[in-house]
Nanobody, 115 residues
Framework: QVQLVESGGGLVQAGGSLRLSCAAS????????MGWYRQAPGKQREAVAT???????NYADSVKGRFTVSRDSAKNTVYLQMNSLKPEDTAVYYC?????????WGQGTQVTVSS
């Protein structure tokens, strides 16, 4: 089992910044990829940014140049630095971890960007 605990969400004005953190507790499982997804009201969950165990990253076009995903493998923690936030970034952000056999999700953290 892998448990993911997120933190760092909140309310921020447009143009501001937030940093999300996700700590993974695991028992004997090798986590391959960690990342962040988000779901806005009435919309499907979408991938925001992912990072593999070797540090390769991938970003949604809508966040490129504004968001940065990073990972501390020793601490099994993934971060999402969000800069130049826009109202359309408002959503519940979910942490995700992939092992060779399963996908795990955090409980979600709300990010609200006011205009």
């Amino acid at each position: 089992q892998v448990q993911l605990v997120e933190s760092g969400g909140g309310l921020v004005q447009a143009g501001g910044s937030l940093r999300l953190s996700c700590a993974a507790s695991r028992s004997g499982f090798s986590i391959r990829t960690m990342g962040w997804y988000r779901q806005a009201p009435g919309k499907q969950r979408e991938a925001v940014a992912t990072i593999t165990s070797d540090g390769s990253t991938n970003y949604a076009d809508s966040v490129k140049g504004r968001f940065t995903v990073s990972r501390d493998s020793a601490k099994n923690t993934v971060y999402l630095q969000m800069n130049s936030l826009k109202p359309e970034d408002t959503a519940v952000y979910y942490c995700n971890a992939l092992t060779w056999t399963s996908a795990y999700w955090g409980q979600g953290t709300q990010v609200t960007v006011s205009s």
